[in-house]
């Protein structure tokens, strides 16, 4: 029945793999289709502050409000491209060559305020959100103040606020624009073949 070499039995193997499916992958693993990154939300301000029991907990002049919406699946890959592109994203005019999109927070050396938002996951259920594809909060937290401590190490860890994880925040805000950005780090942060991104 097999040979020597063992390529009948190969060869039935891979007759067997590669039948075709004649049924959408979708039909049976619709979970497999939901976004599995890290999200961010970049909002370009001139003022944005945190609000919590009454208090302003942190505020910004001009720069980035960054919303962060955490994946239950999300590691320190995802973190590592949210912070690279956030600092990087080239929002601010420059003055002295009148383009629009041409200098990064860092240049300019604004704040950044960062915010932890799970409903950024919300997935809708008839009328009512689910955010059961949000990261735990035992386990978000500590991931989210990972986070914070990696754009202060990336960039002026005086620049860089944050609001209360876990609190009922009020955020204000005063959209300089608008100019509003979302970030997915699905597949680009995962990518592990040294592919340089254009700057």
Known sequence: MYSISGLPSVAINIARTSKPNKTPLHNHHPKLLQVKAMRAVVQRVTSASVEV????????????????????ADCESDSDYICRKVLNMRLFPNENTGKGWDLNVMQKKYGVLLVSQFTLYGI??????????????????????????KFRKSYNPDAIKDGVFGAMMKVNLVNDGPVTMQLDSSQTSKNTNGAVEES
Do not use: R, T, W
């Not at 029991?53 to 994946?71: A, N, R, Y």
């Open 124 to 149: 809708m259920k008839g009328n009512k959100p689910d955010f059961h594809v949000a990261m735990p909060p035992q386990k978000a937290k500590p991931f989210y103040e990972s986070v914070v401590d």
């Open 53 to 72: 029991d009454g208090s302003i907990v942190s505020e910004i002049g001009p720069g980035l409000l960054v919303l962060v919406g955490i994946h239950e």
